[in-house]
């Protein structure tokens, strides 16, 4: 017989952690007990001493899953706490111009709105400012800002351009400034839904199961329960399938990212006959696009006025961005063509990025010379994320037949993805102009040289999105603005996979504003799913902060006192879409 559960949560990043907190908030309200709630994660479970600032494979393979397709590379988390292990904690708020968007590549409906009308950056506002609470974000100060984050902001400055403090889901207090939040954070100082919404949830006494792989879904006729889900028992180390489980539900709640939500329900098409023709579509990669600017120190101190930098290490990995790119271009005549640029940390890839920085140009060098200088002047380097407004072209041709959202190759991080990406024209005209902005800030003066990512044909991606888009009806997206699956009462998905559009910043404050928005809604019709109903006068808190054992490092010096830049009343002036 199957387990049964009233709420059953696939995935335990941002949108499956937050479902889980609010619902143990109802049923606690409620006077009934949060077990009742069942959180599954393919993942192992990992403290932040389980980690390590290692780009070893080994350890690669347990935090990361890299899925090749046609056209695109997306990189992807595994383990509780999902995409908020490895995220860089940058923590925006997406600009009043991304939810108006119109732009839509040829062939995707009518003209209209692609956000659904309900959601605005208005009516997210308030779910915005919840999770910033819970995740303690903070906005740096010039002084906190990292030393390639500074240097990024005088070359904007130095050419008459703006530049922004990028707010963090970081405790200053932990962070040591190692730059290494990418394969997780050991000191415990990067904001993961693993110190506060998950850990707050289990503390209430929703369960959390690791190492457990959602297959396929098919419909239970004993009502109120509405869904039998299929699950593997994953083996650690192989990342095989060692055994199968079924547990059936009231409601089922997916929260296992784009590149998994989606491949779950195409499995189960044949079972749920009446799912909307848009799942699977519309996958996309946030716009990333990912370029360097190799400095020369001489001209970094005669130009700018700063000490030779050399200094990529120091710091925390995202401080600083511009939006001169986007700001003044509110109306949707200009929808398709905005981009921000962003400082970011990913100098651990050096081995294999930027090669066509020098000449000759063209297919990246593996070896050989190009190879050797570029890794010979790493540490004069930053690196550059462009999140554009492109079209998100990516579709799932079909469900990986092994499980899961792609097929493994073996027990390392790489997957073989069952999914195409063929970008349109505006998706390659909006990378182009990108580029172009990218060159211009390089070489201003001699300061360096651009160098553009090579190694990868088509997008390079840390953040996928879409699959099972969101809109008013089935004809153009997969789930409701509620997060609502089309067509299957009890049946929602939250988090990255119904996020529309790209967004011009870093996602992860979206997904969680919208999965917080998603909650609420299914909180007020729970009665509805033969869930707790909601006590009079019942309101969501703030989760508390749970950190655990960690690495620590005592005595840690004061960071030396940075050099106040020229022109600083402009080069740190708020953009007014922040």
Known sequence: MSERVDVLIAGSGF????????????????????????????????????FAQSMHV?????????????????????????????????????????????????????????????????????????VEAALRVQRPTWSQVSRSGGLFAATLDAQGHTCDRVPLAISAKRCVDAK???????????????????????????????????????????????????????DPVSKQATGSEEIECK??????????????????????????????????????????????????RDVLGLPGYGAFHKGKPITTMTYDFWVGRRSNRYDGTRFTLQEIFLSS???FLYDDGRAPSGEPSFWGRQKKDAIANWSNRIELLAMVEDTMD?????????????????????????????????????????????????????????????ETRGIYAAHPLGGLR????????????????????????????????????????????????????????AGDLGLPTAPAGFRHGVPREIIGERVETPGRPRPPRRRRRRRRRRTGRRSRTA
């Open 470 to 525: 969101m809109a008013e009806s089935p004809e153009l997206g997969a789930a409701s603005p509620e997060g609502r699956i089309h067509g299957y009462e009890g049946l929602f998905a939250f988090g990255s996979s119904i996020i529309p559009t790209s967004l011009g910043v870093n996602p992860s404050l979206t997904i969680a504003a919208v999965a917080e928005r998603c909650a609420e809604q299914l909180i007020a019709s």
């Open 58 to 130: 080994e350890h690669l393979s347990k935090v990361y899953e890299l899925v090749q397709g046609q056209g695109a590379q997306f990189v992807t988390a595994t383990g509780v706490g999902g995409g908020s292990n490895l995220y860089l904690a940058a923590s925006l708020r997406a600009p009043r111009e991304t939810f108006e968007r119109r732009d839509r590549k040829p062939g995707d409906g009518p003209d209209r709105r692609i956000w659904p009308a309900a959601i605005s950056r208005q009516t997210l506002d308030p779910y915005y400012a919840r």
């Open 251 to 300: 409601a089922l709640i997916l929260a296992t990212g784009a590149m998994n939500d989606a491949p779950i329900l195409l499995r189960s098409r044949n079972d749920l006959p009446a799912l909307s023709e848009q799942v699977g579509r519309h996958l996309g990669g946030n716009g990333d696009h990912v370029a360097a600017i190799e400095y020369d120190p001489k001209r970094v």
């Open 349 to 351: 890839l050096t081995n």
């Open 180 to 234: 290494w939040c990418h394969t997780g954070c050991i000191h415990g100082a990067k904001n993961t839904v693993n110190t506060n919404y998950l850990a707050s949830a289990e503390a209430a006494g929703v369960r959390v199961r690791p190492l457990r792989r959602v297959e396929s879904v098919r419909q239970s006729s004993a009502r109120p329960y509405r869904y039998i889900v299929t699950v593997s028992v994953m």
């Open 394 to 454: 990516g579709t799932f041709l079909s469900a990986s037949p092994t499980g899961g959202g792609a097929v493994p190759l073996g027990s390392g991080p790489v997957s073989f993805g069952t999914f195409s990406y063929a970008q349109s024209d505006q998706s390659i005209k909006v990378r182009e102009a990108a580029d172009r902005a990218m060159a211009r800030i390089a070489s201003h003066r001699g300061l360096g040289r651009f160098m553009k990512l090579t």
């Open 15 to 50: 949108g499956g952690a937050i479902a889980a907190y609010r619902l143990s908030e109802l049923y606690r309200a409620a006077d009934q007990d949060p077990k009742a709630v069942l959180v599954l994660e393919r993942g192992p479970r990992m403290q932040h001493t389980d």
